[in-house]
């Protein structure tokens, strides 16, 4: 019965170990404690919802024969769906497109949704699941629990706690995306002979608890196959002005991250990344300003370890040039800290916009040009990369030393080529790789991000090949970089070599090499240090152990007041980070630091 609706249901639990009943005792128990679900076919379950500052309603349609599913939500001023027909998954996100769903861990999670729907535990042969004990665990009151972990065939593994005297399922443990989902089911009630738990809590990690509890539950007769099947998209709420077929704006390129100008509700040009990792932002700042109220406190994640909190709110408008959208669903959300690129960030602009033209960013000229669909035409646009969905991220399989991966496309990124440490990890890339140094390399809605950097290997995109980019092997012990779920991540770094090219309609990426490629290519810091601007000039926020700031006697929150004579406050810092990458070894920078009087950094290659 446990129900992933987008991003909304997350959660994370705790833990002993003893002695507990076998498998075969515990699931003989718990199928006899349930009721009569011999010959049932179909289940609609309805929900009131009440968490994360908001109320709405959700729905299950559950198929118990095949293992297909249609899950809804109506949740404060978002709406969207999810299914599984028992061979595909798709998702309806709130802003209204429906998408076929393959990437990350979408499919293993439906496929241990409907397992645990249609109840398959109970079969002798677990519905072809691998089921082990882990003993005993205890709840944070101290109630001692049998705990199961079960792994479906084709699904993601999850831990069954069941009550040793009611032999009642009492939660389930899951990792999904990057955070452990647990859901405590109670109050359980007959409804047609079988006991379904009238009261369900998830609990995201961050104790921010998301309550359900049952309004309506129906068996009935099977349903077509096309009930749970990916419903057909109708969205009309986009245009470019005067009938137009394509718009075209500059774009400026700092910290290898897109920034534009975008108008919100009809106000003054507002400064925007542009992120096809992410979603429609704006910062609680540019809320206030335009006066645009929030509900809820929802958890969000990406790079880095932490958590972050968001509100949600509905836009009129959000306008790129002459393109145009309309009503959208949006978070408010802190997502860069400050002074951590160097530019005020006002909100972002991602899939929402994307998905409804076909979208071009020229990292040659920088420009992004958005095309209405019915008129692109794919002839110059370079090399096709076929790409599939992991929510709204666009994934694509390729390669990374002839070893096959998934790849996402992130524009957000600052980075070249991130790999996943759980990639790492399966194929024992760390102990393969010699030279590099360890530094902090990102800063996302999670905090910093530190990674092992080094020349890389090959790395394929389908038909492009880029040889030995800039490489970066995650540190993180939470957020994407550390998930197995996540794919690798292809940034700004590695994307600047291209006009890159996004049909979302057509799930295609177009990579086309431009002339005069940018200067820092595959360049890293020369400076060992990692500095963010403050009032008083730049803080540095981290030293590499054994880099040319450590050498110089400079340490973690020294603050930098001047340099090579000119005053902190006359330099731009994403300027100054790539003068910083690409000055030549040997040169000597002066630095005016707050309590140390001057210091002599000599700039050299860590990688």
Do not use: C
């Not at 609990?203 to 309550?211: C, K, V």
């Not at 137009?244 to 040009?269: C, M, Q, W």
């Not at 890389?456 to 389908?462: F, P």
Request: aromatic share 10%.
């Amino acid at each position: 019965m446990s129900k992933t609706f987008a991003a909304l249901l997350l959660s994370s639990a705790l833990t002993t170990s003893a002695l507990a009943a076998s498998p075969e005792d515990i699931l003989a128990a718990n199928k006899a404690a349930m009721g009569n679900w011999n010959g049932k076919k179909t289940l609609k379950v309805e929900y009131a919802y009440s968490g994360q500052g908001l109320t709405g309603t959700t729905s299950s349609l559950e198929d118990l024969q095949i293992g297909a599913f249609v899950d809804t939500y109506n949740i404060g001023p978002t709406s969207g769906a999810s299914g599984f027909d028992g061979a595909k998954a798709w998702e309806k996100e709130s802003s209204g497109t429906v998408t076929d769903q393959s990437g990350g861990d979408v499919v293993q999670l439906a496929i241990s949704e409907a397992y645990q729907d249609r109840n398959l535990w109970w079969r002798a042969d677990r519905g072809g699941a691998a089921v082990e004990s882990l003993g005993q665990k205890a709840d944070k009151d101290g109630k001692a629990y049998d705990v199961l972990k079960v792994t479906p065939d084709g699904g993601t593994a999850l831990e069954a706690w069941f009550d040793p005297t009611t032999h009642l399922l009492h939660q389930t443990v899951e990792i999904q995306s990057t955070q452990t989902i647990s859901t405590v089911y109670s109050d359980y009630a007959p409804v047609d002979g079988a006991l379904i738990p009238k009261t369900f809590v998830v609990d995201d990690g961050s104790h921010n608890l998301q309550t359900f509890t049952l309004t309506s539950a129906k068996f009935s007769a099977p349903l077509p196959v096309s009930a749970y099947r990916k419903p057909a998209e109708d969205i009309h709420d986009f245009s470019i002005a005067n009938g137009a077929h394509e718009t075209t704006v500059p774009f400026r390129l700092l910290n290898n991250h897109i920034y534009a100008d975008v108008s919100v509700n009809g106000s003054k040009p507002l400064n925007f990344i542009f992120d096809t990792g992410g979603h429609s932002i704006v910062t609680p700042e540019t809320a206030k300003a335009l006066g645009i109220a929030s509900q809820g406190n929802l958890t969000s994640s990406g790079g880095g370890d932490q958590l972050a909190t968001s509100g949600v709110t509905t836009l009129k408008t959000i306008r790129v040039g002459d393109a145009t959208i309309t009503d959208q669903t949006a978070s408010v959300l802190t997502f860069q800290a400050k002074g951590v690129e160097g530019t005020d960030e006002q909100g972002m602009v991602g899939y929402e916009f994307f998905a409804r033209f076909v979208t071009r960013f020229d990292y040659g000229q920088h420009t992004i040009t958005f095309i209405d669909k019915k008129y692109f035409d794919p002839k110059y646009a370079g090399t096709p990369v076929p790409m599939r969905l992991y929510h709204q991220f666009p994934e694509i399989l390729g390669s990374y030393d002839g070893i096959p991966g998934r790849f996402g496309i992130d524009t957000g990124s600052r980075m070249p080529l991130e790999l996943n440490a759980a990639f790492v990890a399966k194929n024992n890339l760390r102990a393969k790789v010699t030279g590099g140094a360890e530094a902090m390399t990102g800063w996302g809605v999670g905090g910093p991000s530190r990674s092992f950097v080094f020349k890389g290997g090959t790395l394929k995109l389908a038909g492009v090949t880029i040889e030995h980019p800039l490489t970066m092997i995650s540190l993180d012990k939470g957020g994407a970089g550390a998930a197995e779920a996540f794919p690798n991540n292809v940034g700004g770094g590695v994307l600047k070599r291209f006009v890159v090219t996004f049909d979302y309609g057509h799930s295609t990426m177009y990579l086309k090499p431009f002339e005069g490629l940018h200067s820092d290519i595959d360049t890293f810091d020369r400076s060992g240090m990692w500095i963010n601007a403050v009032p008083e000039g730049f803080k540095v926020i981290d030293i590499t152990k054994g880099g040319p700031a450590e050498a110089a006697g400079l340490a973690k929150d020294d603050i930098i007041t001047a340099i090579d004579g000119k005053a902190s406050a006359d330099f731009f810092l994403p300027d100054l980070r790539e003068e910083w990458r690409n000055w030549k070894p040997g040169t000597i920078v002066k630095l005016s630091v707050k309590g140390k009087g001057d210091v002599k950094v000599t700039l050299r290659d860590l990688i």
